[in-house]
């Protein structure tokens, strides 16, 4: 794989261009208003009028400015929607011509649609689109040219003289021309100095450098020897490859945070999103949510086992069951596989869970303190085709957001626009990943990503064994013996207990939870996916090491879960409280075994009320316990919760309360060894 080259331009007054540019630069006029109009037949001629009158506006307000009709360009741009949803799009015609189906300006239809396919990953064809703002954007350009034609002078440029100049590799002979003994035609290979009245160029080694006919200096960077990457592994390359996996997964969040609408994901961050292997494995994850990113690598995983060969470019899967890798109803998981042609199946995986405050059950929120079966929850996903051929099914959606309803004393979700945005988002964040892993396999190819895929989780694996070695070796020396045991109780008396096996040699552990208690006739219950979360988070805390969090944690463990116990429960069993809960409680287990530090809160704190038409749900922290050398922390968010709390004013001004009191309790974490 070569590495890429780009070019770039140094214009003939770059020493002296904001002096110069600000004296030629184009001058803008923008006029705006709203419309609050549908786009269709009958709006066009208003449209079209109001397009016509801001267009005047512009070119009256650049006449002032000295600028002849002919100097002035317009351009129109519309504020487009989807009827019934908030995420709108400023949308050029440029390029869609006006047609008999659309306003004079251009096909507005056709370019937003394009444009939100890009964006979004899908369309919603037969929703009618609504126009929020009309602008037209005005530019006056000054007609003077800034090009000096260059002669074209026979023969190869001439020196002027030689010198010495430093780069990378030492002191190297440099040529030094004037810039006005050159040609359009000359090519100057770096390390070469270009000097003019007004600037110096310099040319790197590998780079060459060329003159347009305008006068500008045309340089090709990185058009050296080309410089290969292959399958090996390189240290280097290693972190970076592990940074632009990470990227990969911030950039999702950003993307999802921007365009959903919900209190929950847009201000509480209540989300993860994470960047999977073509086996489902975890590779790399934004530092998001805990209790989040150790179960979604399950629920890709079953997606994978149950769809297998029928997944294909355009699908998109939602899904939220325990038993396929959800952690609690609530946490919807977007999952979006990413293809390349050529290629079979998937090559990697993108996807984002986020939390929706409400999707039906027995209570507002969707967090009852009293369910004691799965269908008192909310809406159950297991496979469900979310996007089919880029066509996002808000039909098939909306009934099974509302299929709750069909129980005793069930509703269908309350926030039902507040789904269906919030899905749009995840499918938009999920949309950017593909993108961007696209991006990352044309610059270095499938097989040297997928290479290094499996060298980052290779890293993390090695880091876990090294510090189980060295958790053994001490334990070794202090006690003789190579296995620990923790055990906590829920409020219940529901015991949870651990015994943990370290193979020193190996570096490996395994994690037997036999003992726990059996699962309960309450929602307390925690599914697999939830101790594996807890179990990774442990392990990534405990090295010391910077690593990404991945599949490569868990190889050197095993994990041994009784069924039918409250870590392990049957798949109709509640679940609500075994994610925000019984997954503080088992973090605080594994932390003991280890004697890493004293236990937390041991809960998330969850407030959950509402009404007919609106939910609210949030998690409202708590303590961090204490560990040898540092204090407890008060009033933070810790081990599987990682989200903000939402302010006042948003609370406020969001949902029809207001807020009294929010304050710590004093005391209310005890005394610990020195205080």
């Known amino acids: 794989m070569e590495l890429l080259s780009f070019f770039c331009l140094s214009l003939r007054y770059s020493g002296v261009l904001s002096a110069y540019g ?3 630069a184009d001058v803008v006029e923008e006029a705006q208003e709203p419309c609050a109009c549908r786009y269709e037949t009958q709006s066009f001629a208003r449209l079209d009028e109001r397009i016509e009158q801001l267009t005047q506006r512009c070119m009256d307000a650049l006449r002032k400015h000295g600028f002849s009709s002919a100097q002035v360009s317009c351009e129109v741009f519309l504020h487009l929607r989807y009827d019934r949803t908030d995420c709108a799009l400023m949308v050029s015609a440029r390029g869609y011509p006006s047609s008999a189906q659309s306003c004079h300006a251009g096909d507005f239809r056709s370019a937003f649609m394009d444009r939100y396919l890009k964006e979004f990953g899908f369309t919603i064809p037969e929703r009618p689109i609504v126009v929020d703002d009309i ?4 530019c006056g350009r000054s007609g003077v040219t800034t090009q000096n034609m260059t002669p074209n002078k026979q023969g190869p440029p001439r020196v002027t003289t030689v010198t010495q100049c430093y780069f990378d590799s030492g002191y190297l002979d440099t040529n030094v021309y004037l810039l006005e003994d050159l040609s359009y035609d000359h090519n100057i ?3 070469a100095l270009i000097i003019d009245k007004n600037s110096t160029v310099l040319v790197e080694p590998g780079c060459e450098a060329e003159l347009t006919a305008g006068g500008a200096v045309r340089l090709s960077v990185g058009s050296g020897a080309p410089w290969a990457l292959d399958t090996r592994l390189d240290s280097v390359q290693l972190s970076i490859f592990s940074h632009r996996f990470m990227s990969i997964a911030e950039q999702m969040g950003r993307v999802l945070q921007r365009t959903s609408i919900s209190t929950n994901i847009k201000e509480r961050l209540d989300f993860s999103c994470a960047v999977f292997g073509p086996d489902g494995g975890l590779v790399s994850n934004a530092p998001h949510i805990p209790v989040h990113l150790g179960a979604m690598q399950e629920t890709v995983q079953y997606q994978l086992r149950a769809l297998g060969a029928s997944l294909r470019e355009g699908d998109v899967i939602l899904s939220n069951h325990p038993s396929a890798g959800g952690s609690h109803l609530p946490d919807l998981t977007v999952i979006t596989p990413v293809f390349r042609p050529g290629v079979a199946g998937p090559v990697f995986f993108v996807a984002s869970r986020g939390h929706h ?6 209570t507002p929120g969707s967090m009852p303190p009293h369910s004691t079966s799965l269908r008192q929850e909310g809406a159950v996903f297991t496979s469900f085709r979310l996007v089919t051929g880029g066509q996002f099914q808000e039909e098939a959606v909306t009934a099974a957001l509302m299929a709750p309803a069909q129980y005793p004393g069930c509703s269908g979700t309350r926030n039902l626009q507040d789904n269906l945005s919030d899905l749009r988002a995840q499918v938009a964040a999920n949309r950017r990943g593909s993108q961007l892993v696209g991006e990352l396999i044309d610059s270095y190819g499938l097989e040297v990503v997928q290479a290094y895929m499996g060298y980052i989780q290779s ?3 090695l880091a876990v064994r090294d510090m189980l070695k060295e958790f053994a070796r001490r334990r070794r020396q202090q006690t003789g013996y190579l296995q620990v045991q923790a055990e906590d109780h829920m409020d219940d008396g529901t015991p949870i207990r651990l015994c943990v096996q370290i193979d020193e040699q190996e ?12 699962e309960v006739w309450g929602n307390c219950n925690a599914p697999r996916a939830i101790t594996l979360s807890a179990l990774i988070y442990c392990l990534r805390c405990m090295v010391g090491q910077d690593i990404p969090l991945n599949q490569g944690c868990l190889a050197p463990v095993s994990v041994l879960l009784p069924p039918g116990s409250i870590l392990h429960p049957s798949p109709e069993a509640a679940v609500v409280g075994g994610n925000v809960l019984t ?17 937390s809160q041991g809960c998330m704190n969850n407030v959950s009320f509402g009404g007919e038409g609106w939910g609210y749900y949030e998690t409202v922290a708590g303590g961090a316990g204490a560990g040898p050398g540092w204090h407890g922390r008060s009033g933070v968010h810790s081990h599987m919760t990682n989200t903000r ?3 006042p004013e948003i609370l406020e001004r969001r949902y029809p309360v207001v807020l009294q009191r929010f304050s710590l309790r004093g005391g209310s974490g005890g005394a610990g060894r020195w205080r």
């Open 645 to 647: 709390i939402t302010d």
């Open 189 to 191: 290979t770096g390390p």
């Open 459 to 461: 890293n993390a694996e």
């Open 583 to 599: 997954s503080q409680r088992v973090v605080d287990v594994i932390l003991r075994a280890f004697g890493v530090c004293a236990a």
């Open 357 to 362: 405050a409400d999707i039906g059950g027995v």
């Open 22 to 24: 600000l004296a030629l």
């Open 135 to 138: 602008r037209v954007r005005g």
């Open 507 to 518: 570096g490996s552990a395994v994690f037997d939870f036999g003992g726990t208690g059996p």
